[in-house]
């Protein structure tokens, strides 16, 4: 029984310091007055538009289309 205790306590240590880098992560980006620890690359106003982003329109213009007409 002495030795379960053991390995779950060792198991326990491991796993925690494991763990500490995603909970500092986790602690600093979420502050209040923190920026995001990525930049915002969603936005369409950052980068110009693409020949894949306008190929991707059409496809899924293309597809809205065959599916709103019953």
């Known amino acids: 029984m002495g030795e379960i205790i053991e390995i779950f306590f060792f198991m326990f240590v ?6 500490l880098p995603l909970g500092y992560f986790i602690y600093k980006y979420t502050k209040d007055d923190s920026k995001p620890p990525f930049s915002d690359f969603e936005h369409h106003e950052n980068h110009g538009e693409s020949a894949i982003d306008g190929y991707i329109e059409k496809i899924m213009s293309a597809v809205k289309g065959k599916f709103s007409h019953h």
Not at 14 to 19: D, K, N, Q, S, V
């Open 14 to 19: 491991i796993a925690g310091i494991a763990f």
